[in-house]
T-cell receptor
Framework: AQSVSQHNHHVILSEAASLELGCNYSYGGTVNLFWYVQYPGQHLQLLLKYFSGDPLVKGIKGFEAEFIKSKFSFNLRKPSVQWSDTAEYFCAVCSRDNYGQNFVFGPGTRLSVLP | NAGVTQTPKFRVLKTGQSMTLLCAQDMNHEYMYWYRQDPGMGLRLIHYSVGEGTTAKGEVPDGYNVSRLKKQNFLLGLESAAPSQTSVYFC????????????????FGDGTRLSIL
């Protein structure tokens, strides 16, 4: 069974600091990779996704992620965070099994950005 | 376009009571999912459905039942609520027929906050 791990449970940064959130997955086959963001009190929203091609993916709000197949990683980055980036971030891996799509989410990383 | 709609948004139950959470999507998605979200645990899949009339168990199915009688609706039932089922429940849907299967993200509802006393 595939699994997804996220390196940090809670990250605290000051505004303008750079961000990198780690995500690793365990699955040997073809996967699609996603980062979702959940702002306080809201539902999950898609931040960016990787399907194929260029392993460096750019998403909304200045976020990007790099797929490194050899490391089974899909780390999320942002050069300069803002207070409004305070949220919980979930990495997700999608593969295909006999029943169709199989989404597995990581445990989440809470990001707190201090003004 | 409402996307994924969950009702109710909040509910407080007593131990042993039953209730049903409703999820409705208007995107013609084939797949629907129910997750629970608990602190430090991320999202855990309870049950899912790959089409009308079909359901399957996810990671944490015990204590829950589901039904998918209509393509647009996915119901999550708690027959006898327990305090351990206090959580935030999210419904999601994905996959529009005719498009590549795995190249489609999930779309989430706003969640249902359920407290079991």
């Amino acid at each position: 069974a595939q699994s997804v791990s996220q390196h940090n449970h809670h990250v605290i940064l000051s505004e303008a600091a750079s961000l990198e959130l780690g995500c690793n997955y365990s699955y040997g086959g073809t996967v699609n990779l996603f980062w979702y963001v959940q702002y306080p009190g809201q539902h999950l929203q898609l931040l960016l996704k990787y399907f194929s091609g260029d392993p460096l993916v750019k998403g909304i709000k200045g976020f990007e992620a790099e797929f490194i197949k050899s490391k089974f990683s899909f780390n999320l980055r942002k050069p300069s965070v803002q207070w409004s980036d305070t949220a919980e971030y979930f990495c997700a891996v999608c593969s295909r099994d006999n029943y169709g799509q199989n989404f597995v989410f990581g445990p989440g990383t809470r990001l707190s950005v201090l003004p | 376009n409402a996307g994924v709609t969950q009702t109710p948004k909040f509910r407080v139950l007593k131990t042993g009571q039953s209730m049903t959470l409703l999820c409705a999507q208007d995107m013609n998605h084939e797949y629907m999912y129910w997750y629970r979200q608990d602190p430090g645990m991320g999202l855990r899949l309870i049950h899912y459905s790959v089409g009308e009339g079909t359901t399957a168990k996810g990671e944490v199915p015990d204590g829950y039942n589901v039904s998918r009688l209509k393509k647009q609706n996915f119901l999550l039932g708690l027959e006898s609520a327990a305090p351990s089922q206090t959580s935030v429940y999210f419904c999601a849907s994905s996959y529009t027929p005719g498009q590549a299967l795995t190249n489609q993200p999930q779309h989430f509802g706003d969640g249902t906050r359920l407290s079991i006393l």
